[in-house]
């Protein structure tokens, strides 16, 4: 057995599919100490002090690009949004030459949305600032996976040897693909329902059980986690109507209690209520739901300083 230190120093985080389970589990537990800060009063600490982040954002987004922002703000660093609603896309210009502009001020890391699938990479080769992926397409969303697994972990203990049953678009979802990822790298067995049309091709390859009815997807699940309907990315006929897909596919009360009875209710949000997800669970005893936007202020602050400032852990390898 040989051991070598983990470190994400300097390092763009732009999926799960490419991360190690200790990379992981280092981050995992950086965002324990940092929602001890989230509790705190006095929201600072002097950590990232002089350090400058971008939230680079071509897409909406209210939970990931405020928690980013806060996120570098409470750790002291000097942290500016910019939409292209707002900026000189607006005029025609090209990623390439918003990135090589934004890299020009000196900033540090640059945390992006947008629509296009590798996108991320992209804009990990064309400049130096550490590149963090706030979501690409329908690519990965890795800090949503990472929020996801810290969430479980809180209310679980363990990850391995849990059944997660995840619901919904899984065609559209990068918040499927990055919990795909990594919840199967930390031992969990993950189950995916959906309707055929909401299914990736082949998607079985990568080891995940694929089930035609939600019913037995939720059967003695630990974790249930909903998806959102992505209309805005869907082409029409991918299901007949918003009232076929409740009733075929949403999770309400009678479909959670075929999971086990303490099994956990998750969703990324924003929610469709009545949709995909009823909203007596969205807001019941089960549900982890606000939970997930706090617990991703605090991984979110982790990532910030592990890629700015360092922190290792030992990983242990044959």
């Known amino acids: 057995m040989s051991k070598a230190q983990v470190s994400l120093r ?26 001890n800060i989230i509790d705190r009063d006095i929201k600072k600490a002097p950590t990232l002090r002089g350090k400058a982040i971008v939230n680079l954002f071509f897409e909406n987004s209210t939970r ?73 397409g329908a690519h990965e969303h890795p800090t949503q996976g990472l929020l996801d697994m810290f969430t479980i972990k809180q209310y679980k203990g363990e990850i391995a040897g849990l059944k997660v049953a995840i619901v919904g678009d899984i065609l559209h979802s990068r918040v499927a693909r990055s919990n795909i990822w990594g919840l199967q790298k930390m031992g969990a067995e993950v189950h995916l329902a959906g309707p055929q049309t909401l299914l990736p091709r082949d998607i079985e390859n990568v080891g995940v059980k694929v089930h035609n009815r939600v019913e037995d997807a939720l059967d003695q699940a630990d974790v249930v986690n909903v998806l959102r309907i992505q209309r805005e990315r869907q082409k029409k006929g991918l299901f007949p109507s918003a009232r076929e897909y ?46 997930q936007v706090k617990n991703g202020l605090a991984v979110r602050m982790a990532l910030l300083f592990l890629v700015l400032m360092g922190g290792t852990r030992i990983e242990t390898a044959n």
């Open 10 to 35: 300097n390092k763009d985080i732009l999926g799960l599919e490419m991360m190690s389970a200790d990379e992981m589990d280092l981050i995992l537990d950086t965002a324990k100490e940092m929602k």
């Open 64 to 136: 990931t690009r405020t928690s980013f922002e806060l996120a570098g703000k409470y750790l002291g660093a000097d942290v500016i949004n910019i939409s292209t609603s707002s900026s000189s896309v607006t005029k025609g210009e090209s990623l390439r030459d918003t990135l090589l502009t934004v890299e020009a001020m000196g900033v540090d890391i640059i945390v992006m949305r947008h629509e296009a699938e590798g996108s991320s990479q992209y804009a990990a080769n064309a400049v130096k600032p550490v590149i963090i992926n706030a979501g690409d």
């Open 246 to 291: 409740a009733r075929l596919f949403g999770v309400n009360t009678d479909r959670l209690a075929l999971a086990k009875p303490d099994a956990l209710l998750m969703h990324p949000g924003p929610m469709n209520r009545g949709l995909e997800i009823a909203p007596d669970i969205a807001y019941g005893e089960q549900s982890a739901i606000q939970e």
